[in-house]
């Protein structure tokens, strides 16, 4: 199944501007990226449903979906989930939510075809050394039509990408991340189904360190970006980030 390449641009979903804290220590010039992959969490009305963060860090992005969602049985986990007085109070203020320290690559806790979504955020580029052992878990704990979402990947077909975490990984600052390409992508369809990767940051991804310093510069950029990914599609492939939404067969 080929993948699909887009930009998008279409207004994001109420809910995931509720969301935006989550983003933590992300420049703010990615905002449209993560309001993009937000709407995407959204996309179905959660309430009712189960679903499960992985790679969640502190899991803020997790107890936002659960006051978002507040009848949604939301579970994260992270290898080294926090725990204490400061994540029971962060599980008390999002009702619905449940946060677990596990690895992403076991997930025999959960039953077959039970999660309506999984998803994690700046996540899969530590989890790519596996990508096949991953999706066996993932395909199996999805139910038919659910959805498999990653918020926020680097793409190593991006040039600046490619130099600059090369001499990031060089120092040992990156541990155990790694890039992404397409053809991992196009693996981990055969899974699932359908898989649209929504394209980022052609040309911005070195202001990013400056992004808060030179907004308006940032905008400016993005909306050359947009222009281009628009008139000459083949640049798509290009781009430095990335959502990825795979969504299994019926
Ligand atoms: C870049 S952080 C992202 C954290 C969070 N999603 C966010 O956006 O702030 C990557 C996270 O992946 C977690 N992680 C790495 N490998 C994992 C695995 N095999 N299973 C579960 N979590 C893992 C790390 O502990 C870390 O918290």
């Not at 930009?7 to 905002?31: C, K, Y």
């Not at 878990?137 to 600046?160: D, S, T, W, Y």
């Not at 909306?223 to 798509?236: M, N």
């Amino acid at each position: 199944m080929p993948l699909k390449l887009t930009h998008p641009n279409q207004v994001p979903h109420p809910a995931a501007e509720a969301m935006l804290p989550a983003i933590g220590g992300f420049p703010t010039s990615d905002r449209p990226l993560f309001l993009a992959g937000y709407s995407e969490l959204c996309r179905i009305d959660l309430n009712g449903k189960r679903v499960l963060e992985i790679c969640g860090g502190h899991g803020k992005l997790a107890a936002a979906v659960a006051r978002s969602f507040p009848s949604a049985e939301v579970m994260g986990l992270d290898l080294y989930a926090v725990s204490g007085p400061e994540a029971d109070e962060w599980c008390r203020q999002s009702p619905g939510l449940s946060y677990i320290a596990g690895d992403a690559f076991d997930l025999s806790r959960f039953e077959a075809d039970s999660l309506d979504l999984v998803w994690g955020q700046a996540a899969l580029h530590h989890l790519a050394h596996d990508i096949d052992g991953l999706c066996v878990q993932v395909a199996r704990v999805l139910k038919p039509g659910g959805r498999f979402v990653f918020i926020f990947e680097p793409m190593g077909h991006n040039l600046a990408v490619a130099a600059i975490r090369a001499i990031r990984m060089a120092r040992e600052e990156l541990g155990d991340e790694s890039n992404l390409y397409l053809s991992q992508f196009e693996k981990m369809a055969r899974y699932f189904g359908a898989c649209e990767v929504q394209m980022f940051n052609l040309l911005g991804y070195p202001l990013k360190a400056f992004s808060d310093r030179f907004r308006p510069l940032c905008r400016l950029v993005q909306r050359a970006d947009a222009a281009l990914f628009g008139r000459f599609p083949g640049l798509l492939r290009y781009g430095a980030n990335c959502n990825v939404v795979f969504t299994k067969s019926l």
